[in-house]
């Protein structure tokens, strides 16, 4: 709800309309683009999502980070009941009213004053108490040991399950992209406690290749979203922008860590890692998300850094050197973005180019 017209709430605060009016409008307008002379602001644009909506938002944001802090440290003795045997009754409801008290909160910054970054400041902080109480519940009744892979399991399922909640009550597109960490966090633990030690060692593409798998599926989901709102005047599209964000390195680094290149040493090695680049550039801009370059420019750096190298320069010139270069080629294409994109999409088929994202003026 954090991206919805802020006149809705000024409304709402006026008295003008209610709250429940308040909700049937925003859900109105999420179905699709607002009507000709509505007083919904269309969310078309390059990319469009809502990070924070004024200094309030951030105000208020660091306001609730420093009280939970606050609260933190008071109860820092059941917040750390990792460090114990097992935890007890008291930690569970410690963890229990924190996430309840965020939760109810988050009817405040996300349902009527719908600000994004406290919104994802209360959702991010609801979901680990949760998880904490969630884990908390599992060690008492004996079914996870805490000195062990399951509480990274339980965490990440806890956290994944009220992330999704938290989207279910309040539609935070941010929360989805929560919702995907949690799910790759406790992914990550489950192929832990599968392959624990020197079998992990023996296996060392399985990970690369869960990194790759989890980010194929956040990727997929994250298309339905876009395919179904090409012309991104919809929330779907902001769902779409967040579900990327994760995708996109999950993706990248699975791909990088099955072909053992993060660190290039030969001219082949530079060769595959520009290819590879140059392949997601064009997916990129294809579906007009920067998120893959951006998770790739690690990797692309080091490749340049590498090639700079073979001329002998001192260390200094040559970490300048990488950095002027790949920065050239980021401003380029930043500048370019929208003409590639016309070229490309002009090759393909009219049904295929329909689906994807239209290309933006500019």
């Not at 108490?129 to 040991?145: D, K, P, Q, T, Y």
């Not at 000195?147 to 009220?162: E, H, L, N, V």
């Amino acid at each position: 709800m954090s991206d919805t017209d802020p006149r809705l709430a000024a409304g709402v605060a006026a008295g003008i309309i209610s709250s429940a009016q308040a909700e049937a409008l925003d859900r109105l307008w999420s179905q699709g683009p607002a009507p000709a002379g509505s007083l919904a602001t269309p969310r078309t644009g390059d990319e469009p999502f809502a990070f924070f909506r004024g200094f309030r938002d951030v105000f208020l944001a660091l306001g609730i980070i420093i009280v939970v802090a606050g609260l933190m440290i008071l109860a820092s003795d059941s917040l750390s009941f990792f460090s114990k045997p097992q935890a007890e009754p008291i930690d569970i409801g410690i963890f229990a009213a924190f996430a309840a008290a965020l939760f109810g909160f988050g009817q405040v910054a996300t349902r009527m004053l719908r600000m994004p970054l406290a919104s994802l400041v209360v959702a991010t902080g609801f979901s680990l108490a949760f998880s904490g109480a969630f884990l908390g519940l599992l060690s008492l009744a004996g079914v996870i040991a805490l000195r062990s892979d399951g509480p990274q399991i339980a965490i990440g399922a806890g956290f994944a399950a009220s992330a999704l909640l938290y989207y279910a009550v309040y539609r935070l597109p941010v929360a989805l992209a929560l919702v995907a960490g949690g799910i790759a966090f406790a992914a990550g633990g489950v192929l832990k406690a599968v392959l624990p030690g020197d079998l992990s060692m023996a296996f060392p593409a399985a990970f690369p290749a869960l990194f790759l798998t989890l980010g194929v599926a956040v990727f997929a989901l994250a298309m339905r979203f876009d395919l179904s709102d090409p012309e991104r005047a919809t929330r779907r599209s902001e769902n779409a922008f967040w579900l990327h964000l994760v995708a996109a390195p999950l993706i990248v680094h699975g791909l990088i860590g099955l072909t053992g290149l993060s660190v290039p040493e030969t001219l082949f090695d530079i060769a595959v890692i520009f290819a590879f680049v140059l392949g997601l550039g064009l997916l990129a801009l294809l579906i007009d998300r920067r998120a893959f370059l951006v998770s790739a420019l690690f990797y692309l750096g080091g490749a340049i850094s590498v090639a700079i190298n073979g001329l002998g320069l001192e260390d200094g010139t040559q970490l300048a050197l990488t950095f002027l270069v790949l920065g050239a080629g980021v401003v380029a294409l930043a500048l370019g973005w929208h003409p590639l994109r016309r070229a490309l999409l002009s090759l393909l088929p009219d049904p295929v180019a329909l689906a994807l994202p239209r290309v933006q003026e500019g």
